[in-house]
């Protein structure tokens, strides 16, 4: 296993027959083992993306489309994953160093809930960001299940390209708000300092 992901934590679920790889928001996880790759989503995205004849796949987990001033160069990886426009190129760039290809890549969905009182629809600009992001890019969601008011749990298996996802009630995602809201204070202070199977 590759050192870039030794920080994803890693767990056993005795209803599920390989390691899981728990990611949270700003991070992503991509293997060519038969593996799981798990997030909660709230108003977050997650694409699951992999190309089935190479055996290799991923899950990213972003929050925002891209910062204030869209950088490029050495910005890719670590910290900068937090946004959907850096997060879809490094999950899509390491499946193609791991052999996958561009034309065969599967792509999957999920997230861009409206989990937040208020007038701005955070989820909903996720999700229109990256629909917009794979008509640019020429690709196309084999399945998405994007926006409503729920936060999502997503599990998706590498090897058959499989997702288990389950809606929260509203009523007990409290949690999931606070992580959020928190997550993204902790990237709007950083930017003002820098300028699917149901179960």
Known sequence: MSDQFAHVRRMHDNRFPYEIAAIL???FFV????????TVLGSCISACIRDPVAGVGGMNHFMLPAPKEHQSGDAWGGESTRYG???MESLINEILKRGGLRQRLEVKLFGGG???EGNIDVGANNASWVLQYLKTEGLVAQTSDLGDVFPRK???FIDSGRVM???I???KNETIVA???QYQQQLVHEQEASDVTLF
Not at 31 to 38: A, G, H, L, T, W
Request: proline share 7%; net charge positive; aromatic share 18%.
């Open 25 to 27: 928001p700003g991070e």
């Open 31 to 38: 293997s060519s083992e038969p593996m799981i790759v798990y």
């Open 85 to 87: 426009s850096f997060a």
């Open 114 to 116: 409206k989990i937040y």
């Open 154 to 156: 997503v599990y998706y």
């Open 165 to 167: 996802m389950k809606k």
């Open 169 to 171: 009630q509203r009523v």
């Open 179 to 181: 992580r959020e809201q």
